[in-house]
């Protein structure tokens, strides 16, 4: 069992994952990392420490802590959201979920959910329509946020239909937008916003920060990262 988040969750059982299914079984994991120590799906607070290569990476985002969901049902759907993402390769080519940025997901999930909850009563995904998404689209847009910004918004909206199969809520029916990209209703301009060159390994660019860092004096303490 993981040093994190020893406090299992009292939430509904998923019909997807076993409590004990390791949370990075499918991600490249660093060099010192101990696999008995990876957290498990029923813990309420995950570590990403042991796959992620920057050194840089804010504590912050070392951990995704699910300790704060009070609704068991919304608990459950954002483990199995955050979990599919991060180890499912699905069809359509999409990129899993960087550890590094699991942290930042869960925030933008739950972002969406309680605005679906404050509309109905409740967060329930099967009474999530494309009105309802328009509505969440058109807030967003109110706000003083960049385009981008309101398009990183709507991703969950896409990832609950595209990982809805391993979701025990069953996820959206539908596909949102009629397939246009996130950054297209977000009103993004000036072409394709989506970054199509190949992302560069994290071990690589974990080196190549620590040979900078080497190289002008100074290292990166981790109790800053």
């Avoid at 998923?14 to 490249?28: H, W």
């Avoid at 696999?35 to 951990?63: C, G, K, Q, Y």
Wanted: hydrophobic share 40%.
């Amino acid at each position: 069992m993981s040093s994190a988040g020893h406090s299992l969750s009292l939430s509904l059982a998923s019909s997807i994952r076993s409590p004990n299914d390791i949370v990075l079984k499918s991600v490249a994991l660093t060099k010192n990392a101990a696999r008995e120590a990876l957290s498990r799906f029923n813990d309420d607070i995950w570590d990403m420490e042991p796959a992620i290569f920057h050194v840089t990476a804010r504590n912050a985002f070392r951990t995704v802590d699910f300790s704060g969901i009070v609704c068991p049902s919304e608990k459950l759907m954002a483990k199995e959201y955050i979990f599919a993402w991060l180890n499912e390769r699905l069809p359509d080519g999409g990129a899993r979920l960087r550890p590094v940025s699991a942290h930042s997901a869960l925030m933008e999930l739950m972002r969406f959910v309680t605005f679906t909850r404050e509309k109905l009563g409740r967060f329930d995904v099967s009474l999530i329509d494309q009105e309802l998404i328009d509505a969440w689209l058109g807030f967003q847009k109110r706000r003083k946020i960049t385009a981008g910004r309101v398009g990183a918004l709507m991703r969950p909206v896409v990832e609950l239909r595209r990982l809805a199969r391993f979701l025990t809520c069953g996820g959206l029916a539908y596909i949102p937008w009629n397939g246009r990209t996130t950054f297209s209703v977000a009103g993004c301009t000036g072409g394709r916003h989506e970054n199509v060159t190949p992302r560069i390994p994290e071990p690589v660019i974990g080196a190549l920060l620590r040979w900078s860092n080497i190289r002008t004096g100074y290292l990166c303490c981790p109790c800053r990262a």
